[in-house]
């Protein structure tokens, strides 16, 4: 970070047209005084910022171990270096907006200095743009970076998009130099972006996944990209979203899959094709099939009769063809009979959705009539069809009779008592309970407690909807059935007021159940209530999360919330909609297990949320600790506390899922040995690893009794 590092900065930073927006000073000398403070904090704490990167295969960047460090810098922008791979860094926004202009430009600084120096960051994911609206310094961050791989750009429906400094941040994107996965969701660009980013992707092709989803409030389409895009050869994942395609990104879209053999995704949605539109896309299928594609997926999409037969016709020849997805395109029986025809010739296919169809009971009869011929089918999904008892029973039927291990899912099954016998009925007859899912409306859950009970049909989620009331009767008589059930794991209760006696009750649900993993309560009436779940979610060591719709947490109730989150090691995430909230700061400090937390806040920008945001940072750090413990990159004692920390939490599985690749049994067994190895390597007092109570076995003449 020298003098020509000034000169660098200054230099990129008003190569800009745009008037930014929180109009942060770009001399030369502001420049200067901002890497001097930037050296002077890391020297303070012993570190030497402009330190190279040392990432290699066999060992972690230096960065890895002042993450705290970096993010009290970086979050005067809104972001934050997150360790979501063991061996790589991503740059994230945060949640909340802390914008400070006295320390914007050395954060600013900061992050053009990472990404230029540091091959360890290999992730980009930024919400809203904030941070590029914030200095240019960011925006020429993107272009300067030779180990960015991914870069994510998504925004919110209430965001306020500026124009002005549009066309740079698609140049900016347009010129990453390796970037190998592209995510745009809900952007708003205009016609010239789009092909700005289009022809840089297209030009260095170097993409494997590409995703391009505008907004519904879009001043454009987004099919000028694909006029560049075409020419990537490398693409495995594409996903496309935008209303109109127009018949030039047609043939755009049609030439880029000719050019991508080695496709295995597809993905179209929302597109309002035209006949001639669905016909040039299903014709280029035809003459060019993919021979790796696995999955073809089309959701909200307008599809004509005469260019669907097409499309089907095509899609046969795809022989690696094992995921087809058509959602939410009102095919109707009339074309899912034409579907019947690709399912008859294609063997290889293991996953048939068509939720959201309406193929209704003539749709289902003549699906069940082609499952002998599809052997190889493990999952159909019909949700949301209007189905009646007709239609599930044939499905059924049909099911047992030529198939083995096929599931299906049939969603919102409408019907009265006498049909909800009746498939009860076939279900138990027919042996398949285990193999179907259904989702009961009002009249066909009167004797839901009676089935959780049971544990028949190995329900994995329970949600009463804004559309379901219940008797209380009804609602005690389900709590006690999940007491005892194994199954269940998650329930929503979304449209029940939970008063004090439901609270009780659900309390001893809590006790009983150590299946529960995620709880969804709509209004909480009082205080009480509150207070009680609470006092016994500090004993819960199974429930990982918990939405709150509306609730009041009064001092008695923040109180039972404080004490339960310092002795809780299970809960990850926890939410509350609406209602009022006192400051809960005080328990979070002593909570390593929670990654997100969110509560109604009128002032997000408050000492409050800063401090949120630091204790979930930290948390993040504490778990990629533990991650590494238990994955034996790392065995020394801060791990070993770390893991100790989060060893019961639901996130430590889920993350080691993620990066390992391996099943939920397999790393349930690493987490027993990671256990194992403290005990006979860390042998405590306590049976567990404390900062104050530890003797480890080099030191066996010191015994530490706290």
């Not at 080695?262 to 179209?268: D, M, N």
């Not at 094992?322 to 395109?329: D, E, G, K, M, N």
């Not at 997100?596 to 000492?607: A, I, Q, T, V």
């Amino acid at each position: 970070m020298d003098e020509s590092y000034v000169e660098h900065c200054y230099s990129a930073a008003t190569n800009f047209t745009y008037i930014r927006r929180f109009k942060l000073p770009a001399s030369k000398a502001s420049f200067r005084k901002a890497i001097t403070v930037l050296k002077t904090l890391f020297e303070s704490c012993g570190v030497n910022v402009a330190d190279p990167c040392t990432a290699d295969g066999d060992s972690d960047c230096w960065i890895f171990q002042h993450l705290t460090l970096w993010n009290r810098v970086l979050r005067s922008l809104s972001v934050e270096l997150i360790e979501k791979n063991t061996d790589r860094l991503s740059l994230c926004s945060t949640h909340a907006r802390m914008f400070d202009k006295d320390s914007a430009l050395q954060a600013s600084v900061a992050v053009h200095w990472l990404l230029k120096e540091h091959r360890c960051i290999s992730a980009v994911d930024m919400k809203n743009d904030y941070i590029l609206q914030c200095s240019p310094l960011s925006c020429n961050a993107l272009f300067v970076s030779e180990a960015v791989k991914t870069f994510a750009l998504s925004y919110e429906a209430e965001f306020h998009y500026d124009h002005d400094y549009e066309s740079e941040l698609a140049a900016a994107v347009a010129d990453i130099p390796c970037l190998e996965k592209l995510y745009l969701e809900g952007v708003l660009f205009r016609n010239a972006s789009f092909n700005i980013i289009g022809n840089g992707i297209g030009s260095k092709n170097t993409l494997v996944e590409l995703k391009v989803c505008t907004s519904t409030f879009a001043p454009s389409s987004a099919a000028p990209i694909l006029n560049g895009a075409k020419s990537c050869t490398n693409l495995k994942h594409f996903r496309f979203r935008t209303q109109e395609l127009g018949i030039k990104g047609a043939d755009s879209l049609s030439d880029m899959l000719r050019n991508n053999r080695g496709l295995e995704k597809l993905e179209l949605v929302g597109i309002e094709f035209t006949n001639d539109e669905l016909g040039i896309i299903a014709e280029g299928l035809s003459a060019y099939p993919l021979l790796k594609l696995e999955k073809f997926e089309m959701s909200n999409c307008h599809l004509h009769a005469s260019a669907f037969s097409v499309l089907v016709s095509a899609l046969q020849q795809h022989e690696s063809l094992a995921s087809l997805r058509i959602i939410r395109c009102n095919l109707g029986c009339s074309k899912v009979r034409v579907l019947v025809l690709l399912l008859k010739d294609c063997a290889s296919i293991r996953e048939l959705c068509l939720d959201y169809n309406i193929i209704k009971d003539d749709g289902a009869v003549a699906l069940s009539n082609c499952l002998a011929t599809v052997k190889e089918l493990e999952v159909l999904s019909l949700k949301r069809n209007m189905l009646t008892s007709r239609g599930v029973i044939a499905l059924v039927e049909s099911l047992l009779r030529h198939t083995t291990n096929t599931l299906l899912y049939l969603g919102d099954v409408r019907v009265n008592i006498t049909e909800a016998r009746n498939v009860f009925r076939a279900l138990e007859a027919y042996g398949s309970c285990d193999r179907v899912q259904i989702v009961y409306h009002a009249n066909g859950i009167f004797q839901l407690g009676r089935v959780v009970q049971r544990s028949t049909y190995r329900m994995k989620e329970i949600m009463l909807d804004g559309d379901i009331t219940l008797e209380a009767r009804d609602l005690h008589q389900l709590c006690r059935a999940l007491s005892d059930n194994c199954n269940v794991k998650r329930l929503s209760l979304e449209s029940v007021v939970v008063g004090n006696f439901l609270a009780i009750k659900l309390c001893s649900l809590l006790a009983d159940n150590n299946t529960l993993k995620y709880l969804h309560l709509g209004t909480v009436d009082g205080s009480l209530p509150m207070t009680v779940l609470f006092r016994d979610l500090a004993k819960n060591t199974s429930l990982s999360e918990l939405y709150i719709f509306s609730c009041n947490l009064d001092s008695l109730a923040t109180c039972a919330f404080i004490a339960m989150l310092k002795v809780n090691t299970a809960l990850n995430k926890f939410s509350v909609a609406k209602g009022e909230a006192e400051c809960v700061c005080e328990g979070l400090s002593d909570n390593y297990t929670l990654i997100e937390f969110r509560l109604p806040c009128r002032h997000k920008d408050s000492n409050s949320a800063r401090h949120v945001a630091e204790v979930l940072c930290r948390n993040y750090e504490t778990l990629n600790k533990a991650v590494k413990f238990v994955s034996m990159k790392s065995s020394d004692r801060s791990s070993a506390i770390a893991f100790e920390k989060v060893r019961y939490s639901n996130s430590l599985l889920k993350q080691l899922r993620r990066y390992s690749g391996h099943s939920k049994v397999e790393v349930k067994k690493s987490v027993k040995r990671a256990s194992r190895y403290i005990a006979d390597n860390f042998p405590v007092l306590s049976g567990v690893v404390k900062e104050k109570l530890e003797c480890h076995r080099n030191s066996l003449n010191t015994v530490q009794i706290d």
